[in-house]
């Protein structure tokens, strides 16, 4: 009994030193820090998450979707461009009107979202019409994104404790997680989280070759060690250009980023026949993404469908998204009409100043920049450390450069959080170089009091964390993306028309993914919406949706002047006598959205309008009757 009472003393002592100082304890700073990291998630969704918002996101969702159900990468969003060019340059000359093949998203995002979508009960990816938001949107698309988030955190915890040391980490690891950009990012349903999953895990693949075949020398001022080729140094570089060529299938734009990690390479393989293996790496990337290069060629007759031409309209030849939504564009005209070299020289330089300043700066956290900017002039002793942070200086300047010559901008109503800002897939290597220096600094300030020190890395704390706090303070956003739309009302209105039946709007990807029915977005006049009536679709258009994504707009800019001019008479409310489209009625919420339909297809129906537990109580919206007056302008 003695030796029992001993042996069960011994086995609590050993368990209660385990949990204080072994490896117990770092099993509870683990689970400590994944129940953060799942809290700040609950809260952060329940405050700001309102369903799919943005174009690109609902865009890929509903590629998504027809994937999952044999379709192949099939859209429900045509563009006016894409009818154009595919039947003037396909083989058979036939824009594929029911069967339209997407000309413009890469693969990758929307072939994952589909192995998801195909993990669901049937009927979950059927719209309900008392659901506030879509279900795929809450159950899959979402935890997905964050679930990328987490991982990336991850990754960027251990990666930094190997270029410095665990209190950098912590601290970087810590201030990433409370990022207010990055979370935003988390709910967008934009392909950014996995994009920046896997290019740091491409990068870091070449880090931890560079590590295998550059080792720091054992000593300070020991001279550096070249150690031989192994299989895992092989495959290191190799999965690197597979994951880079993984994300080219993510976001096209990100093929800039072939250039400063084959000079990683070159660099991490000097005096190792280089340039070979830089060329080896090349040909992996190019070999990942020829098969979809292949098929946008067969489908289309250009490698990257008509995303070519999208970026054209951010050169300054074109307004908007007026090229896109154009029948007859006449593109390569518009393009000579913007001038020679020097007039393109002049817009470079013009774009330049704005890319800089907003594209660099928008990246994440401008403190993080700040100190990542003030510390590229200290030289720190490991080699290693030095190149990474000059490929990610090197990558940096790539992405401003090729968001500069496209007109890309990552600024879209005072947030960052658009498709198009690549250079997030920096920021949390950024923060943790300008952690590194931040504490750099530190450790040279002789503070007399402990007590000092800790204040400053709580204040340096408090304004990277501060944009999320005021994010989730009150007041709470609205539970609708409204304007420009209500799902919903956008779902109520696409049952009233059956699958077969083809429509048109401003909005056409809330149509496509919320209401699930084919919508061609708004032509640039109303003669190419004739045309595309008469000749284009199978029976024409049976209805038009008209939204505050177009009426909010500046009234002469863009309304009478702009981009949608060729819509001034309609906007007006002087309607053509021979338009198609007789019936028209206003929509809930209000009367800021117009339906124009080849007949009532609204009578005797109600539009239930999911509403907020404090509104409950009020009665549900119903749809006005027929006739109801055309548009007026705003």
Same mark, same amino acid.
Request: hydrophobic share 45%; proline share 7%; with cysteine.
């Given at each position: 009994?003695?030796?029992?009472?001993?042996?069960?003393?011994?086995?609590?002592?050993?368990?209660?030193?385990?949990?204080?100082?072994?490896?117990?304890?770092?099993?509870?700073?683990?689970?400590?820090?994944?129940?953060?990291?799942?809290?700040?998630?609950?809260?952060?969704?329940?405050?700001?998450?309102?369903?799919?918002?943005?174009?690109?996101?609902?865009?890929?969702?509903?590629?998504?979707?027809?994937?999952?159900?044999?379709?192949?990468?099939?859209?429900?969003?045509?563009?006016?461009?894409?009818?154009?060019?595919?039947?003037?340059?396909?083989?058979?000359?036939?824009?594929?009107?029911?069967?339209?093949?997407?000309?413009?998203?890469?693969?990758?995002?929307?072939?994952?979202?589909?192995?998801?979508?195909?993990?669901?009960?049937?009927?979950?990816?059927?719209?309900?019409?008392?659901?506030?938001?879509?279900?795929?949107?809450?159950?899959?698309?979402?935890?997905?994104?964050?679930?990328?988030?987490?991982?990336?955190? !991850?990754?960027? #915890?251990?990666? /930094?404790?190997?270029?410095?040391?665990?209190?950098? =980490? %912590?601290?970087? @690891? +810590?201030?990433? *997680?409370?990022?207010?950009?990055?979370?935003?990012?988390?709910?967008?349903?934009?392909?950014?989280?996995?994009?920046?999953?896997?290019?740091?895990?491409?990068?870091?693949?070449?880090?931890?070759?560079?590590?295998?075949?550059?080792?720091?020398?054992?000593?300070?001022?020991?001279?550096?060690? !070249?150690?031989? #080729?192994?299989? /895992?140094?092989?495959?290191?570089?190799?999965?690197? =250009? %597979?994951?880079? @060529? +993984?994300?080219? *299938?993510?976001?096209?734009?990100?093929?800039?980023?072939?250039?400063?990690?084959?000079?990683?390479?070159?660099?991490?393989?000097?005096?190792?026949?280089?340039?070979?293996?830089?060329?080896?790496?090349?040909?992996?990337?190019?070999?990942?993404?020829?098969?979809?290069?292949?098929?946008?060629?067969?489908?289309?007759?250009?490698?990257?469908?008509?995303?070519?031409?999208?970026?054209?309209?951010?050169?300054?030849?074109?307004?908007?998204?007026?090229?896109?939504?154009?029948?007859?564009?006449?593109?390569?005209?518009?393009?000579?009409?913007?001038?020679?070299?020097?007039?393109?020289?002049?817009?470079?330089?013009?774009?330049?100043?704005?890319?800089?300043?907003?594209?660099?700066?928008?990246?994440?956290?401008?403190?993080?920049?700040?100190?990542?900017?003030?510390?590229?002039?200290?030289?720190?002793?490991?080699?290693?450390?030095?190149?990474?942070?000059?490929?990610?200086?090197?990558?940096?300047?790539?992405?401003?450069?090729?968001?500069?010559?496209?007109?890309?901008?990552?600024?879209?109503?005072?947030?960052?959080?658009?498709?198009?800002?690549?250079?997030?897939?920096?920021?949390?290597?950024?923060?943790?170089?300008?952690?590194?220096?931040?504490?750099?600094?530190?450790?040279?300030?002789?503070?007399?009091?402990?007590?000092?020190?800790?204040?400053?890395?709580?204040?340096?704390?408090?304004?990277?964390?501060?944009?999320?706090?005021?994010?989730?303070?009150?007041?709470?956003?609205?539970?609708?993306?409204?304007?420009?739309?209500?799902?919903?009302?956008?779902?109520?209105?696409?049952?009233?028309?059956?699958?077969?039946?083809?429509?048109?709007?401003?909005?056409?990807?809330?149509?496509?993914?919320?209401?699930?029915?084919?919508?061609?977005?708004?032509?640039?006049?109303?003669?190419?919406?004739?045309?595309?009536?008469?000749?284009?679709?199978?029976?024409?258009?049976?209805?038009?949706?008209?939204?505050?994504?177009?009426?909010?707009?500046?009234?002469?800019?863009?309304?009478?002047?702009?981009?949608?001019?060729?819509?001034?008479?309609?906007?007006?409310?002087?309607?053509?006598?021979?338009?198609?489209?007789?019936?028209?009625?206003?929509?809930?919420?209000?009367?800021?959205?117009?339906?124009?339909?080849?007949?009532?297809?609204?009578?005797?129906?109600?539009?239930?309008?999911?509403?907020?537990?404090?509104?409950?109580?009020?009665?549900?919206?119903?749809?006005?009757?027929?006739?109801?007056?055309?548009?007026?302008?705003?």
């Amino acid at each position: 009994m003695a030796k029992s009472g001993k042996l069960t003393e011994s086995t609590i002592q050993n368990a209660v030193w385990q949990i204080e100082l072994g490896r117990g304890k770092v099993v509870v700073y683990w689970v400590l820090l994944t129940l953060l990291a799942l809290s700040l998630g609950l809260i952060y969704t329940a405050s700001q998450f309102r369903g799919l918002e943005k174009r690109e996101a609902m865009d890929q969702a509903q590629i998504a979707r027809n994937l999952a159900r044999g379709e192949g990468f099939t859209t429900q969003v045509i563009r006016p461009l894409s009818l154009w060019h595919l039947k003037n340059f396909s083989k058979d000359r036939d824009p594929k009107v029911l069967a339209h093949p997407d000309l413009t998203n890469p693969p990758l995002y929307p072939l994952v979202l589909a192995g998801l979508f195909k993990l669901l009960p049937p009927g979950v990816l059927e719209f309900q019409p008392d659901d506030r938001m879509y279900a795929p949107e809450r159950w899959v698309i979402l935890p997905f994104n964050q679930l990328c988030l987490l991982a990336t955190l !991850v990754l960027v #915890f251990f990666w /930094a404790r190997e270029l410095f040391d665990t209190r950098i =980490a %912590v601290t970087a @690891g +810590l201030l990433l *997680l409370f990022s207010d950009l990055l979370w935003e990012f988390g709910i967008s349903g934009l392909s950014s989280n996995l994009l920046v999953l896997l290019f740091l895990s491409s990068l870091y693949c070449l880090y931890r070759a560079d590590r295998l075949l550059n080792p720091p020398a054992a000593t300070e001022g020991a001279p550096a060690t !070249v150690a031989p #080729f192994t299989s /895992a140094s092989v495959a290191w570089i190799l999965g690197s =250009a %597979v994951l880079l @060529g +993984l994300c080219f *299938l993510t976001r096209y734009t990100m093929g800039i980023m072939v250039v400063p990690l084959a000079l990683y390479v070159a660099r991490i393989l000097r005096g190792r026949s280089r340039w070979l293996w830089v060329g080896l790496y090349a040909i992996v990337f190019l070999a990942v993404i020829a098969p979809w290069l292949v098929r946008n060629q067969e489908v289309s007759g250009r490698l990257l469908g008509i995303a070519t031409y999208e970026w054209r309209q951010n050169t300054g030849a074109f307004n908007g998204d007026s090229l896109v939504r154009s029948y007859h564009p006449d593109a390569d005209d518009a393009l000579a009409e913007a001038g020679g070299v020097r007039k393109q020289f002049s817009k470079f330089l013009t774009y330049s100043r704005k890319s800089v300043y907003n594209n660099f700066f928008n990246m994440g956290s401008g403190l993080f920049v700040g100190f990542y900017v003030v510390g590229l002039l200290y030289a720190f002793r490991r080699a290693d450390v030095t190149g990474l942070r000059r490929t990610v200086l090197g990558g940096l300047l790539a992405g401003v450069l090729i968001l500069t010559v496209l007109g890309i901008e990552t600024q879209s109503a005072g947030s960052g959080v658009t498709g198009s800002n690549i250079l997030v897939v920096f920021f949390p290597l950024v923060a943790v170089y300008a952690v590194a220096f931040f504490y750099l600094l530190l450790d040279r300030i002789p503070f007399r009091i402990q007590l000092t020190r800790a204040a400053a890395i709580g204040l340096f704390g408090l304004l990277n964390v501060a944009p999320i706090l005021y994010t989730l303070l009150p007041p709470r956003r609205s539970p609708y993306p409204y304007p420009p739309y209500v799902p919903a009302v956008t779902h109520a209105v696409g049952a009233w028309f059956d699958k077969s039946e083809i429509g048109c709007s401003d909005l056409p990807w809330a149509m496509a993914w919320t209401a699930d029915r084919r919508c061609v977005w708004l032509p640039m006049n109303v003669q190419e919406f004739y045309e595309l009536h008469d000749f284009v679709t199978p029976k024409g258009f049976s209805f038009l949706m008209l939204t505050p994504y177009m009426l909010d707009r500046p009234l002469t800019s863009e309304l009478f002047k702009g981009e949608y001019e060729g819509w001034s008479g309609v906007i007006r409310g002087r309607m053509p006598k021979e338009f198609p489209l007789k019936s028209v009625t206003t929509l809930p919420p209000g009367t800021d959205q117009f339906l124009f339909a080849d007949r009532a297809r609204w009578k005797d129906k109600v539009i239930v309008e999911p509403l907020p537990p404090e509104e409950k109580k009020k009665p549900a919206t119903e749809a006005p009757p027929e006739p109801a007056p055309a548009p007026a302008a705003k």
